[in-house]
């Protein structure tokens, strides 16, 4: 830019027509000058290589040089002054005033002003070009290495502009998309419809407003490839602010969307069978009940749950336990429809859908089916497995019509199957919840029955078969309840397991069997060894070693004297740690009692692995060896085995004086049941224990 002060170097060697043009740009009030006169080329030339000349004032007729020449020369010198040749050419008319007419010598200032001036803004007008040339290069380099594409369009909709991603994306280079509509270049449908999308940039202009794109958008490519793209349109202003166009900006997304895809997917399935999950079926059965509804029909909801399950977990490890999850999962899939649902709640437990059913029957039909197909064995790591199924069946709407009761009531229903022996299936009943309430009130009971100290404990000797005389007693608990009066353990010890209140109850029953066994010794009586019942949960409950103990110490009673029975499922729900529960009791010198053997699953090989005193085999077995041959030759194959092995035997549930001679016969060491005695209170017992009835198997217990 010009300053104020413009500068002007005159060269003239005529010194009147010099001291003129001096005077007349002195005299000027629109513009200063400072001029600097000189009368020879060379030293103009001179002169500029010093320092810029706004203007220079030629007059081309020079001693050391002439016309073209003289300006060449100059402007080579000084290419950014602005040059003026005086009294030159016959169109140099300004100039050509100034020297032809002297007297009009206000002219030269004006001409210089207006020239100067129109410099001014011929530089201010290249500098505007050069920024808006920057400007426009920084947005096109930057348009081309975003991420993004980008695609503009004129008012009518037709593209203006794409940056390189939106040409690879569109499959339309620039030169070919200008002009031509957006929807021939930018083809966008519904990703779950396909149908086509409305166009963004429409609705931008239409409405004048950013806005995005439909969730779920896809891209066709001018070859037909599709991606999933994410997108969103804004308006473009002209300088009054009127929409004068559009741009679009979108993204591939498939990957992302993929992604999100599989994070749902995780979200709704089992990780182990690729089933959905609780979640997903909740979804589901919300859908089903609804639809239902509306067409008339019945959802069925079945709870599944593998029998045994956790036997074959903890046996044969985690590893064996999930193919074997999977390959239930694969079989029972094959049994239902692609409308229905099947999907794992966790652990060994399945649900299936069906999703309309006209009748409950088509229920049982399913449940049938699912049975069935679990009956062949599974090949598993070389192990021939089989399991079976509980299955529990509610209906909507007549066993409930929300999600929450539905599956509530299935899984009752469930429970009912299990208890009612396993491998079938149950219908919810209303009554089955009454039970369930019943259960929740016997809980209550308990509690207040271990506080008030309802319980009792009952004793049942054990007779030595060989010389008729008791050699041992089992401690059996009954709940002497003050309104239903005495209540026996098969109605309240399966629901003191579940709550936990096992615990507790078997501390105390530990406590009390051995308070009496040292009240009968002070009492200067034969004391027998007392057999106390163990359920698992006690035995994994922490410290239960060290309170035997404890209760041993506290009440002053040899561990010789302490029996502890326990059945097979107890031992084998955890083989290892049982092993290692049972060898610390033994280091103690507490007896441990296999009670009800038979009705387990366990082979008897992995029996050896825990320090077994005593087998008790069970009544159903005694009860039914003069009726069955199967059940005695059990009955003696047991006997023979636990000689064998060191083990005491003892018969449990002796009714009748035939069963007594079979055992007799077959050398069984001990008899238990009805036909020696019932179970007795302390006091009754405490009579019987006379020289005379209680003898010592091994040895003197008298101590
Ligand atoms: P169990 O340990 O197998 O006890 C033997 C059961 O058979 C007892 O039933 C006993 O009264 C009964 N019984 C004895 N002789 C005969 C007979 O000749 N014929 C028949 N039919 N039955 C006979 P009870 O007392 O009702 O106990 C049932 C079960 O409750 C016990 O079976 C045991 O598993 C459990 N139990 C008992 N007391 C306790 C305890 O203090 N703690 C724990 N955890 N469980 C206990
Ligand atoms: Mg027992
Ligand atoms: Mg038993």
Redesign the pocket.
Known sequence: MLSDLTTVLLIEDNATDASLIQQALANATDSRFKVEWVTRLAEALKRLELSPIDVVLLDPRLPDCEGVGAFDQVFKAAPDSLILLLGAADDETIVRTVTKAPVDTHWLPRALHYVNTRKATEHVLRAAEEALFEAKERAQVTLNSIGDAVLTTDLQGNVTYLNLVAEEMTGWPREEALGHPLAEVFRIIDGTTLQPATNPAERAIREDRTVGLAADCVLIRRDGFESAIEDSSAPIHNRLGQVSGAVIVFRDVTQSRAMAQKMAHLAQHDFLTGLPNRLLLTERLAQAIGLAHRHKKQVALMFLDLDFFKHINDSLGHAIGDRLLQSVAARLAGCIRATDTLCRQGGDEFVVLLAEIEQPHDAAHVANKLLNTLAAPHMIGGHELHVTLSIGISIYPQDGRSVDTVMQNADTAMYHAKASGRNNYRFFKADMNTRAVQRLMVEGNLRRALKQREFVLHY?PQIDLDSGLMSGA????RWQDPVQGLV???EF?PVAEESGL?VPI?KW?LREACLQIRSWLDAGLPAVPVA????AV?LRSKNFVADVAQILRETRVEARYLEL?LTESVLLQDADSSAEILDELKAMGVRIAM??FGTGYSSLSYLTRFPIDVLKID?SFVGKIDTHPDDAAIVSAVISMGRSLNQQIIA????TSAQLDFLRAQKCDTG????FSH?LCADDFGRLLTPETGTPRQQPLVS
């Not at 089992?474 to 608990?477: D, Q, T």
């Not at 106390?532 to 359920?535: E, L, Q």
């Not at 449990?652 to 009714?655: A, S, T, W």
């Open positions: 049942q089992e401690a059996l608990i026996y353990p098969a010890i096992i078997g029953v106390v019942n163990v359920s006690e029975e009670d009800d009544q449990e549930g002796v009714e238990q049941g009805y036909q179970p």
